[in-house]
């Protein structure tokens, strides 16, 4: 008897340990998938975001220039590309992510907004000078700027180079010990679905880990309603928030639903060790 409580022991402890190699596992594979992988920034660049990037720099030029400089509004309204401002966030993004600052073609959006100024002067009779021209097309370039660069991507890249270097040895080492921890588990249970249920409470317990938070997150929707400026930012990083409290959420169901299969499969090797069919 003393025995067998002192295995039920040593299992649950081995159960733990399981349960901590198993979310380490999940969680860092699910932010390699997710917001750590190279190309994640790059496919949320979509039409969409870069449309909201358009209306956000066209909304914040007509409230800073255009009452103060007795400016019509409509001045504004197509003075960027859609297709430079597509080009030009993804120079910069690729430009950023391999440490280079800027990646655009700054005097080709020069030219094409002082072309945009004066056509528009033109076709409603207005005159503007050289000396108002230039200073006018500077603070548009300024805001063009601060609306396709990636400046809190500084802050990320620094722990993606982290979590890269530190990835592999993350998911070797935890790997090597839930195996270890596993094969001593079911060395020391004579009926191995003993073993096995075990594993599957380590599953659970780590699907427990894993799943409240996100899915409190996803459902309370607080980081959605925070005060971020610009609103293609805040538009972006609520997308970012999304898809990787998505993942968690699926990596912990994932484990789980593995938790269920582990159950399912110690109820049948149980029914056969009943019957004596070897250790099961």
Known sequence: MKKKHLSQAISVILSFFIMVCITVIAVSSCLAATVFRKDFFSGLMDDEYCQSVMESLT?????????????????????????????????????KLVGIESGYNNERVREYVAEQIKSYA?????????????????????????????????????????FDKAFTYIL???????????????????????????????????SLMIVPLPLFLLI????????????????LLVEVADQTLSGLL??????????????????RMRERAKKGQHNY
Not at 138 to 155: A, P, R
Not at 220 to 235: A, R
Not at 252 to 264: E, H, I, K, N, P
Request: overall charge negative; glycine content about 4%.
């Open 122 to 162: 033109a076709n409603n009779n207005m005159e503007i000078s050289e000396d108002s021209l230039n200073p006018l097309v500077d603070y548009c370039m300024e805001e063009y700027d601060n609306h396709i660069s990636f400046i809190f991507l500084d802050t990320y890249l620094s722990f993606r180079n982290v």
């Open 172 to 206: 070797i080492g935890f790997s090597a010990i839930a195996i270890f921890l596993t094969l001593f588990l079911f060395s020391i249970h004579k009926y191995k679905h003993r073993a096995v249920r075990f594993c599957a409470c380590s599953l659970f317990a780590s």
């Open 59 to 95: 909304d914040t030029l007509k409230q800073k220039l255009s009452a103060p400089s007795n400016i019509p509004e409509e001045v504004f309204d197509n003075l960027f590309s859609f297709y430079f401002i597509k080009d030009d966030i993804k120079s910069n993004l690729n430009a």
């Open 250 to 267: 699926l990596t912990g169901l994932l484990a789980a639903a593995a938790g269920v299969a582990a159950t399912l499969i110690t109820k």
């Open 220 to 235: 309370q929707g607080g980081y959605k309603n925070l005060n971020i400026t610009p609103e293609h930012v805040k538009l």
